[in-house]
């Protein structure tokens, strides 16, 4: 299967589009009254949060205004000096976690999500604040440690998240399903996946395309055959690419359904989309499975004349077994001479040497023959032998042919072959004796 490197390149900026999503939380610092959540909205539940007192409320209108013109240090003195106040003046929680809201904006704005995460952790410390703030809050928190890999935290604070609101967004599981997937914790992040999918199906939207890819993905590596396949198809529903319809052959093709694989990698050759070597080439191979040699020799012939397959020994080979499977020996037979000028072995001299005995033209069969076994590496040289035999036989030359059955009848796979071959050729040198007696 695809390699997991493959697949990072598509789901794919995770941290930047984690960061992405926690901006606007960060900008939307709203003091008098109780903070949007910027995640799903959270449980219904009654909290006593004390109010913000108009002096309070004026320094931390003053800071907001200050960090939103970026004099940041003015906007850190007023925030400091609020938190240092004591006695009746003192800030209570709602106050004190509006105050840390604002430090988290100010450090964030300065690049500092470090400090920016600590200031959202001191909001949520503070009691009875109102259950908004601290949903959204929670949500902020999760996707910062998100942006700066820390995913098992990310996860665990998301995880609190979840028990603070009844209506999670689809967003929200993809979120945590992405950290899970990160994590390895493939089952989980399946399920948070599936749950987002559905959740937008729900409401007549469709699916987002990376969703569906790294749904994909999770069933894939969990062994889930049939609903890697049915994602696949969905996918080339909606989104019809290439490597789609790639990835769906491969899938087939380790199933053994090689019949579908050459149906979903021949419609992508259909459509011209089809660049690769080793894709063509592969395709070549099907059509050669299915019985349809011609379509393969035709496809390879074709991308050998736009130099999208190269003329390697290889290629070649390929080329000339497709014609040959197909019946047309004269298209073969030049394919299989150019392979075998390019081959260090003599094997596919062997199979120049075969086509032309096909074509009886017995003086070239020997002469090819001959190049192959002289070359070497061939891995029948018995059969060699039998057919350079059998050359030999029709050019008459007796002695010749006697020696190469002799080699043959060594081997003793060709031994019955050689011997019914050195039999008929005696009694056809005799035969031929009579006649001139």
């Given amino acids: ?30 003091i008098p009254y109780p903070v ?39 906007a850190l003195a007023t925030l400091d000096a609020l938190l240092a106040r004591s006695g009746k003046k003192a800030l209570n929680s709602y106050e004190r976690a509006n105050t840390y809201n604002l430090y988290a904006f100010v450090h964030y704005a300065q690049d500092q999500p470090e400090k920016a995460l600590t200031a959202y952790q001191n909001v949520v410390q503070q009691a009875n ?40 967004s689809a967003s929200a599981h993809v979120l945590r399903g992405q950290a899970y997937y990160q994590v390895q914790n493939y089952p989980n992040a399946r399920q948070d996946l599936e749950t987002a999918i559905r959740l937008y199906k729900q409401k007549g939207k469709q699916p987002k ?40 052959s491969y899938i087939y093709g380790e199933t053994g359904n090689e019949k579908k694989q050459l149906a979903a990698l021949e419609s ?5 989309l089809l660049e690769r070597e080793s894709e063509l080439v592969n395709l070549a191979y099907l059509y050669l499975n299915a019985d349809t040699p011609a379509k393969s020799a035709t496809l390879l012939e074709s991308a050998l004349q736009s130099q999208r397959v190269q003329p390697t020994s290889r290629n070649l080979e390929l080329l000339a077994s497709a014609w040959q499977q197909a019946r047309e020996i004269d298209k073969a037979l030049p394919y299989m001479i150019q ?72 081997d003793k796979r060709s031994q019955k072959a050689a011997s019914q071959w050195l039999a008929f050729m005696d009694k056809e040198m005799a035969r031929l004796q009579a006649l001139t007696l």
């Avoid at 493959?6 to 789901?11: D, E, I, L, N, Q």
């Avoid at 992508?268 to 011209?272: A, I, L, R, T």
């Fill in 209 to 248: 395309e990376h969703w569906l890819s790294l749904l994909r993905y999770l069933y894939q590596e969990q062994g889930l055959i049939p609903e890697t396949i049915a994602t696949l198809e969905e996918l080339l529903t909606l989104y019809p690419k290439k490597d789609y319809w790639l990835q769906l």
């Fill in 1 to 30: 299967m695809p390699p997991e490197s493959a697949f990072r390149k598509k789901t794919y900026r995770l941290r930047a589009a984690i960061l992405s999503l926690a901006v606007p939380a960060l900008l939307t610092t709203v």
């Fill in 339 to 410: 392979a075998a000028e390019k081959s260090e072995t003599g094997e596919l001299w062997v199979r120049v040497g075969n086509l032309y005995l096909d074509k009886e033209q017995f003086k070239d069969a020997i002469a090819a023959l001959n190049k192959g076994l002289n070359r070497g590496r061939v891995k029948r040289s018995d059969n060699a032998n039998l057919a350079l035999g059998i050359a030999y036989f029709q050019t008459q030359a007796f002695d010749k042919a006697r020696k190469a059955f002799l080699q043959a009848h060594k």
């Fill in 268 to 272: 992508v050759y259909v459509q011209g």
């Fill in 129 to 168: 604040i109102p259950l908004a703030l601290e949903a959204s809050t929670r949500y902020t928190i999760a996707q910062l440690l998100m942006s700066m890999d820390r995913w098992q935290q990310g996860i665990d604070e998301l995880n609190r998240w979840f028990q603070l609101t009844d209506t999670a």
């Fill in 36 to 74: 949007q959540a910027q995640a799903p909205a959270a449980k219904t539940e009654v909290r006593q949060t004390p109010a913000i007192r108009n002096k309070v409320y004026e320094h931390l209108s003053a800071a907001q205004l200050a960090a939103e013109n970026s004099q940041y240090a003015e």
